[in-house]
């Protein structure tokens, strides 16, 4: 063997080595995502300043151009659908974001809370619910009428919107859409992210009694891992284990489940 074909064969083979540690890197770093990584708290901060009501604030959520949403509770490779129900007192106005993963099985998510402070001003804190994010997961910021539409429509007199959609049941406007992988999703909301304004907060900031009607409410069916499960959810994670959630390399995701078998109002 000549020496130029040594060395050629010699580098094919280091470059083929780095790209198997590399595949395997981001396969790893799919597989064992939790469903906190499905539902950036800091890009829902920056949607919900795009909403005038929270009628549009739930099909921004749920919008695949905006992307914030990548949660699979229940790993059929599609994107679940999230509810928006409104609530509050006279000082405190607030969402629930809820998600129904089978009939009659509901999981909270999270919360939103606003306190108007001025004219001008209100407070905004996010709260994930500690099943999915863990304790303490709280984000805050005080956000301006000139880059919160919300918060005139929040502090008027008007029904509190309660999303009429359920299971199987969904808004002309809605497609299922695939899961990504949770390296693509972190790439695609980095500048949500970053232009939020909401910064982490180890515990609430806002004094009230204001209380989430969904408080409470958590699916038992969920695969996709938890932070800190219920009783009836270890159980089924324990019957029902996660699939591994890869991508790229040679772990190749789960075939997907086509869009087109799901009805025009449904689907998650």
């Not at 595949?23 to 800091?42: H, M």
């Not at 059929?76 to 974001?97: A, H, M, P, R, W």
């Not at 209100?122 to 000139?146: E, L």
């Amino acid at each position: 063997m000549s020496e130029s074909i040594y060395k050629y064969l010699t580098w094919a083979a280091i470059f083929f080595i780095i790209w198997v540690v590399f595949s395997i890197t981001c396969s790893k770093r799919d597989e064992y995502e939790t469903a906190a990584d499905g539902l950036d708290l800091q890009a829902v901060g920056a949607v919900l300043k795009k909403a005038k009501d929270a009628e549009e604030f739930e099909k921004l959520l749920n919008d695949p151009n905006e992307g914030v949403n990548n949660l699979d509770l229940d790993e059929n490779d599609l994107v679940d659908f999230i509810k928006v129900t409104e609530y509050g007192n006279e000082s405190v106005k607030g969402f629930s974001l809820t998600t129904e993963t089978a009939t009659d099985q509901e999981q909270e998510i999270a919360t939103i809370e606003i306190k108007k402070t001025s004219n001008q001003e209100a407070d905004v804190q996010i709260h994930g619910n500690r099943q999915i994010y863990g304790d303490t997961h709280y984000y805050h910021s005080r956000f301006s009428v000139m880059d919160f539409l919300l918060i005139s429509y929040m502090f008027r007199p008007h029904s509190y919107y309660a999303s009429p959609w359920r299971y199987g049941y969904r808004p002309s406007y809605y497609r299922p859409y695939p899961h990504a992988p949770v390296t693509t999703y972190r790439n695609r909301t980095s500048s949500m992210t970053r232009s939020s304004g909401m910064t982490r907060t180890g515990s609430s900031s806002l004094t009230s009694t204001v209380k989430s009607p969904n408080a409470g409410k958590s699916a038992s069916n969920i695969r996709w891992p938890l932070k800190q499960p219920t009783y009836s959810q270890k159980n089924f994670q324990t019957r029902n284990p996660s699939k591994k959630i890869r991508s790229g390399g040679f772990g190749r995701s789960p075939s997907r489940p086509s869009v087109r078998s799901y009805r025009s109002f449904g689907g998650k």
